[in-house]
């Protein structure tokens, strides 16, 4: 009847839980494996600034918005993240409003609460407001179901440091590009 039965993990039970929903056994069965869908990126962040550290935060959504994500219509285009008596918040970030939505769907561009712990908020609220940090998300994505926002503690780049990664990266072309042509002789 009731209770919770233990399941032997094999290898067809694996495959069939990474392809379904997942139930409330999944962690049992993959062995704690997370699964991880990313939904949104912003590559101009690793332009624009030195990333200097990343944090996982949690985000608090309608349901609406959960659901727009899921369905991958969300932007990070010149989001950021501020602090606001005592908690983070994240600003700018768009999230498409719901195709199947009512009268109650969510507005695109409104703040969303950062969840992170007491001790997390206190130190990026000290970094951000002293030392010139700014918090910058890097990307979104789905984690076991939970929408996540992986954000940076980031410094501006000067024009000569984006002149520098533009030639580093013509370069790193450049030699990939040569291999591959070697490869192919």
């Not at 659901?67 to 969300?74: D, E």
Request: charged residues 25%; contains cysteine.
């Amino acid at each position: 009847m009731g209770g919770i039965r233990t399941i032997q993990p094999s290898q067809s039970m694996f495959f069939f839980c990474v392809q379904a929903t997942a139930p409330f056994w999944y962690g049992i069965i993959t062995g704690g494996m997370t699964v991880e869908k990313t939904v949104s990126t912003n590559r101009k962040a690793y332009y624009q600034y030195e990333i200097d550290e990343t944090i996982e935060a949690g985000l608090a959504l309608t349901g609406t918005e959960i659901k727009s994500i899921r369905a991958g219509k969300a932007s990070l285009a010149g989001a950021f993240g501020r602090p606001d008596h005592g908690e983070l918040w994240l600003l700018n970030a768009t999230i498409a409003p719901y195709d199947s939505g009512n009268r109650y769907n969510h507005q695109p561009d409104r703040p969303r609460k950062l969840l992170l712990h007491r001790g997390q908020i206190n130190r990026l609220t000290g970094l951000v407001t002293q030392k010139g940090f700014t918090l910058v998300p890097l990307r979104l994505y789905l984690k076991d179901g939970l929408a996540k926002v992986e954000m940076g503690l980031a410094r501006g780049k000067k024009i000569h440091d984006k002149r520098r990664s533009i030639a580093e990266r013509e370069v790193k072309r450049d030699i990939e590009r040569t291999l591959k042509t070697r490869r192919l002789k």
